[in-house]
T-cell receptor
């Protein structure tokens, strides 16, 4: 059982390029989340999805888009990367959608935009 | 605005006890989480408090006072593997998690 996986592990990207970060969970969780983690700051929610077919904006959604075509996959796309998007990106999932459930995190993607 | 405050860094000795504090000011409150994050790894769940009081889980305990906007995580019998960052997060009135920046705990032998 893998739990929640992310790809790639790390990536260096030229500014202006398009990039999709992949996230897959095999726990049949309803809710999925994308966070970014920057030094000295708490995790910040980018986008979330409470169920397949629905998505919502988090605290810092600008420059990012997501889709949730099925229960397992929740890709995050940077349409035109900028250096301020250099960060560690974590995907997470939880069984419930009310927010009071434990979140399970993927191993993260370290993204550098030059 | 919403704010979660935790000390940036703490140092403790192996075998000792350490208390990591978290104070919060949020729009509403629907519970408080503690997560552990080892360097270069993903956060993992430690505890969830929604009612006032102390919850004990092995060597780790978490306390909540809603009236004071305060929580602490107590780690007993510290082991070297407890060296990690400890993240406090509050579920606000919109059921969104607001995260603190984390407390880096350094354990010395």
């Amino acid at each position: 059982i893998a739990g929640i996986t992310q790809a790639p592990t790390s990536q260096i990207l030229a500014a202006g390029r398009r990039m999709t970060l992949r996230c897959t969970q095999d726990m049949r969780h309803n809710a999925m989340y994308w966070y970014r983690q920057d030094l000295g700051l708490g995790l910040r929610l980018i986008h979330y999805s409470n169920t397949a077919g629905t998505t919502g904006k988090g605290e810092v959604p600008d420059g990012y888009s997501v889709s949730r075509a099925n229960t397992d996959d929740f890709p995050l796309t940077l349409a035109s990367a900028v250096p301020s998007q250099t960060s560690v990106y974590f995907c997470a999932s939880s069984e419930g959608t009310s927010g009071d459930n434990e979140q399970f995190f993927g191993p993260g993607t370290r993204l550098t935009v030059l | 605005g919403q704010n979660i405050d935790q000390p940036t860094e703490m140092t403790a000795t192996e075998g000792a006890i350490v208390q990591i504090n978290c104070t919060y000011q949020t729009s509403g409150f629907n519970g408080l989480f503690w997560y552990q994050q080892h360097a270069g790894e993903a956060p993992t769940f430690l505890s969830y408090n929604v009612l006032d009081g102390l919850e004990e889980k092995g060597r780790f305990s978490s306390f909540l006072s809603r009236s004071k906007g305060y929580s602490y995580l107590l780690l007993k019998e510290l082991q070297m593997k407890d060296s990690a960052s400890y993240l406090c997060a509050v579920l606000d009135s919109n059921y969104q998690l607001i995260w603190g920046a984390g407390t880096k705990l350094i354990i010395k032998p």
